[in-house]
């Protein structure tokens, strides 16, 4: 089995990071791209975990269809949702089989681009350009090489496990690994990618990169995470992708 099929529930089961409630970042980005966008109309999101963002953007009026590969992730979505009386559709699947429909004006996938080779990005990519509408957006975070190549070796201990950051420099991957105790670590390894780099990967998908918009960066030293960083030091970049 791939390890992107187990690892979020096990990162689940550690942290309860799919429980969580709609923090304000979560607000805060819906509301960007409601603003970008210029209305709301159909989000698709992919990888969209317990539903924080999915809950947001519907909260400001999107019909929002919320995928993902975990077991309880569109249940706690629903939940989410309704405690905010709003509605959320639910996918439970594998974006690179299962069909959500569409078309949709607005994509979204926030934290977890980059499994697998860079055929799979390509084909993921070209997936998400025929579920677009013709005037649609999608917004695809991607992890920058140069963080995770700077922060390799950091370490956060906690009461229940130890998680580390590592960086494959020859595939440029960066890796994040759970050490729970007394049982064995297990690893997520996502491609990063400059925006130069997304440009090429782009070739041949149907989209094209419009902007660049740079995440935030977590300072390990001071523990501080600054929301808004310059790109050559943000962790992830939001790709603004259109219709080639
Ligand atoms: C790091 S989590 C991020 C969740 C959410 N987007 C957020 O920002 O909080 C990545 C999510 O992508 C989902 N995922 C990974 N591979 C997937 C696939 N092939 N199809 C659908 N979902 C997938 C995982 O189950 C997980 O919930």
Do not use: K, N
Request: charged share 15%; hydrophobic share 40%.
């Amino acid at each position: 089995m791939h390890w992107s099929h187990s690892f979020y529930e096990r990162q689940d089961a550690l942290t309860g990071c799919s429980h969580a409630p709609i923090h304000p970042f979560h607000t805060a980005l819906a509301a960007r791209i409601t603003a970008h966008r210029g209305r709301a109309g159909s989000l698709l999101e992919l990888g969209a975990g317990g539903g924080q963002f999915a809950t947001a953007a519907a909260l400001l009026g999107h019909g929002v269809t919320a995928l993902d590969l975990m077991t309880g992730a569109g249940e706690h979505t629903r939940f989410l949702a309704a405690q905010h009386g709003v509605t959320v559709q639910t996918l439970t699947g594998d974006f690179y089989t299962l069909d959500p429909g569409g078309p949709f004006d607005t994509i979204c996938y926030w934290d977890g681009f980059g499994i697998g080779e860079d055929d799979e990005q390509r084909q993921l990519l070209s997936r998400v350009a025929g579920w677009l509408a013709l005037d649609g957006v999608a917004y695809v975070e991607v992890y920058t090489p140069w963080y995770w190549a700077r922060h390799a070796g950091f370490t956060r201990r906690t009461e229940r496990y130890t998680q580390t950051y590592g960086f494959d420099a020859d595939g440029c991957r960066m890796l994040d690994t759970y050490a729970p105790r007394g049982e064995e670590p297990f690893t997520q390894f996502l491609r990063c990618y400059s925006p130069a780099d997304l440009r090429l990967l782009l070739c041949g998908t149907g989209l094209t990169l419009a902007e660049v918009w740079p995440g935030g960066a977590y300072a390990p030293d001071a523990g501080v995470y600054h929301p808004e960083a310059p790109l050559g030091e943000a962790m992830t970049f939001a790709a603004v992708l259109t219709p080639a």
